[in-house]
């Protein structure tokens, strides 16, 4: 490790550690955070200034106001046999900082996973001409909706994307050839 790794290392730590010995906490007025003392649940805290016991005490904030997320395209194939590919984008909020933060291992990373494969699982029993009424997006914002919730989110809004039927095809290698 050379001077200047250890330096970017010491300065990371430095900051890690700064907010364990700092005896105040700032909330923005976007965020909600929590307290968790000798590493377990405390208590919430809403935007503003706030005390905190040094050391014993360690803050966890998050952005609570509206977001959305972009769930990349899936391909699947529907129930009349033809390759799509759709997306989505999700329009949510926090609504429990504590559920989503301390209950929960990555909510976002649960809910980008959970939220495609909930509309691949939901598409793939409907023909192609239902995927394209609003009812069957309707119907996946029902389906996903109790999975946030656990996870302390609300879902506002649900839309699709991309919505393309593919053609499907296949590459081939040097060991597909037949000579």
Do not use: C
């Not at 919430?44 to 360690?58: D, F």
């Not at 909020?93 to 649960?110: A, Q």
């Amino acid at each position: 490790m050379g001077i200047s790794e250890f330096g970017q290392w010491l300065a990371s730590t430095i900051d890690r550690f700064a907010d364990y010995i700092k005896p105040w906490v700032v909330v923005n007025g976007y965020e909600e955070a929590i307290i968790l003392r000798w590493g377990k649940y405390h208590r919430t805290l809403k935007p503003g200034t706030y005390w905190k016991w040094i050391v014993a005490e360690y803050a966890l904030t998050d952005h609570v106001k509206p977001d959305t997320m972009d769930i990349p395209p899936i391909t699947i194939t529907t129930a009349d046999g033809k390759p799509v590919s759709i997306g989505m984008i999700i329009h949510y909020e926090i609504e429990d900082i504590r559920k989503f933060l301390v209950e929960n291992n990555d909510s976002r990373s649960n809910m980008l996973q959970l939220g495609a494969a909930e509309l691949s699982d939901h598409l793939e029993d409907i023909i192609w001409t239902d995927i394209k009424k609003k009812t069957t997006k309707n119907a996946v914002q029902r389906k996903i909706a109790p999975y946030f919730e656990d996870m302390g989110v609300k879902i506002l809004d649900l839309k699709f994307k991309d919505k393309v039927e593919v053609r499907p095809y296949k590459v081939f290698s040097d060991r597909d050839k037949i000579f």
